[in-house]
């Protein structure tokens, strides 16, 4: 859930490719591992501070960066810009983003990124809805099956020992992900233009805020005491500011630049995997047959989504 409005609005595929083979593998490996490790990092974020204000601190700090660095290159926003940065805001990070947050006080790091990693399957019927054209291929529908019947069994589900709460907060991750795909189909039609850094950094901005209003306004606040901030918490949120929300992103936004999108989305069937295994592996969650057949079946979906969407895209 890591990519913002201006990305998706950011599309070169034909610019040269860099020679810097180091960079490059960096770079991919940046949005593989670190986007798939920021599940984790926000379990053990929320364990000691509020969900919200763990948002949205993250992302005031990260847009913050982000825009000293915008201004520091010339860059000024129009006012269209502010404005569709607040709804993308709303859509992305504090529905989306406050969800997760909230949910994965409750919701294994790696149950939560499967649900998220159907998000590709949204996409498509909600830009199929908003566009009122529906085209489907063998592939296309194959993967929505797939992906359905991953969630299904997640949801009935995981073979793990039952969690109050578990259901609520893996619906709350289903609305997450509903939420973050209005977000990218909205950015995608608003036809949004500059540079994606500003807008990046405009959209985190305007979350943030929005957070921090709701934390404050739902009691959250009255629960936020640094005394009782543990060192884990304190260094998960370290993380997902400086190596989630800069550092990935940096990298993600220099990929889009030099490579095809469609290369550079591989990272949505990378991420869940590691979520998985990180959590298995460092947090203690357990990694059941179910747990690998929902994962197996949620990955070859979103690939096979992409594919058959990636077939349309061809042919006009």
Known sequence: MATTA????????????PANRLFVILSFLSIYLIWGST???????????PPLFTAGIRHLTAG?????W???????????????????GFFFFLVAHGL????????PSGLASLLIAIEPIMVFLLSSAAARTWRWNGTLLAGILLGLGGVGLLLRGTGLEPVPGLTLGSVAILV??????????YSRRSHLSGSPLLLSALSLLSGAVMLLLTATVVGEAK???????????????GYLILFGSVIAFTAY???????????????TYINPVVAVLLGWAYGGEALTAKVALAATLVVAAVVLVDSGTGRFERRT
């Open 176 to 185: 997450s992900a509903f939420s973050w795909s209005l977000g990218v189909v």
């Open 100 to 107: 997760l947050h909230w949910a994965e006080r409750v919701v």
């Open 39 to 49: 599940y984790l990092a926000i379990r053990y974020a929320v364990e000691t501070i």
């Open 223 to 237: 629960e936020f005491q640094l005394s009782r901030v543990s060192l884990k918490s304190a260094l998960a949120l």
């Open 70 to 88: 915008a201004l520091a290159k010339g860059l000024r926003p129009t006012w269209g810009q502010i404005r569709a940065s607040v709804v993308i």
């Open 64 to 68: 913050t960066i982000l825009l000293a």
């Open 253 to 267: 936004n220099w990929l889009m630049e030099h490579y095809s999108p469609t290369l550079v989305a591989t990272h």
């Open 6 to 17: 201006a990305t998706e609005t950011f599309t070169a595929a034909t610019a040269k490719v």
